[in-house]
């Protein structure tokens, strides 16, 4: 078996939400825009990376996904968004932070989800 991707199903209640910390704050691109539609949907891109993002209510209420976004630069990440939507920072890790495993994060949140930024020691840039 081979997969070439995983694209996670993102529901809130007002998509704006989700496309202010995807598109304006992790400077993702809108791939595919149905918006305007009577339920509102796109795809969020940057990467290789794709989310879908939905608005729905019920299934907001049901869903409260966290994952994480790993990078060669996180204090290029954290700058960027400790200066522009410093709102988004988790209250919890809002700084980048040794994690026992080794990794360096911090988190972002919105009303629907959590995101932790996340290097690695090996992908470290110099």
């Not at 078996?1 to 910390?21: A, E, Q, W």
Request: proline share 6%; aromatic share 12%.
């Amino acid at each position: 078996m081979h997969f070439t991707r995983l694209v996670p199903n993102i529901f809130y209640k007002d998509i704006r939400s989700g496309l202010k910390t995807f598109v304006d704050c992790l400077e993702f691109t809108i791939a595919h825009d149905e918006l305007n539609s009577a339920r509102p949907f796109c795809v969020v891109a940057k990467d290789g990376l794709g989310i879908n993002l939905f608005q729905d209510a019920k299934y907001a209420a049901e869903h409260n996904p966290e994952f994480r976004l790993v990078t060669n630069d996180i204090e290029e990440v954290y700058k960027k968004v400790k200066t522009r939507y410093p709102e988004l920072l988790h209250p919890n890790l809002s700084t980048i932070t040794l994690r026992p495993w080794g990794a360096r994060e911090f988190a972002l949140t919105d009303d629907q989800i959590g995101v932790i930024i996340q290097q690695w020691p090996e992908v470290r840039s110099k």
